[in-house]
T-cell receptor
């Protein structure tokens, strides 16, 4: 039990649709990161939010966007869904102090299927 | 960017056996974590170990930062140890942001 919760756990969308995934951070944490994990691969960094601002982005197009709220919860939005967006989306929370992100704790993930 | 290599990619054990998983990384790191991903996809924290040695029950880990590798030891393996083990590293601060870079994982199957 990491204290990081994600919703929904599973969802099915069709190509071209939009999706919003949600994450509640562990109490006391101020940083949220999102990762995409395709089947059989390791998680890939999408972006990180700190103090409600995007603080870094991996190799993902602008149709992947996010928000962090004052209570440190977060959303991941994906527009114009493509078949390759089918994956497990993982949210991680941590406490950032200075330049160090600290230990990351992951939620159970949201499994997205795009048909 | 920093590269993370895990070995072996696949491992099959008989219950009760011991094993060592290795993680090599190509640059200095601020953070190194070991995770176990269960069949439902949850990443479970095993160790936060940028350097030194830690033990937790049947599991232990050692990171030799100067030589850029980390080892995860599993002793007296059980069927519940099955799953994928990931090593993930955070590169030293480069004036921007930090992110965890994951290796490809070691897939462990423990048979009774």
């Amino acid at each position: 039990e990491t204290g990081v919760t994600q919703s929904p756990t599973h969802l099915i969308k069709t190509r071209g649709q939009q999706v919003t995934l949600r994450c509640s951070s562990q109490s006391g944490h101020n940083t949220v990161s999102w990762y995409q994990q395709a089947l059989g691969q390791g998680p890939q960094f999408i972006f990180q939010y700190y103090r409600e601002e995007e603080n870094g982005r991996g190799n993902f197009p602008p149709r992947f966007s996010g928000l962090q709220f004052p209570n440190y919860s977060s959303e991941l939005n994906v527009n114009a869904l493509e078949l390759d967006d089918s994956a497990l989306y993982l949210c991680a929370s941590s406490f950032r102090s200075g330049s160090r992100t600290g230990e990351l704790f992951f939620g159970e993930g949201s499994r997205l299927t795009v048909l | 960017g920093i590269q993370v290599e895990q070995s072996p990619p696949d491992l099959i054990l008989q219950e009760g056996a011991n094993s060592t998983l290795r993680c090599n990384f190509s640059d200095s790191v601020n953070n190194l974590q070991w995770f176990h991903q269960n069949p439902w996809g949850q990443l479970i924290n095993l160790f936060y170990i940028p350097s030194g040695t830690k033990q937790n029950g049947r599991l232990s880990a050692t990171t030799v930062a100067t030589e850029r590798y980390s080892l995860l030891y599993i002793s007296s393996s059980q069927t519940t140890d099955s799953g994928v083990y990931f090593c993930a590293v955070e590169a030293r601060w480069d004036g921007g942001y930090n992110k965890l870079i994951f290796g490809a994982g070691t897939r462990l199957a423990v048979h009774p």
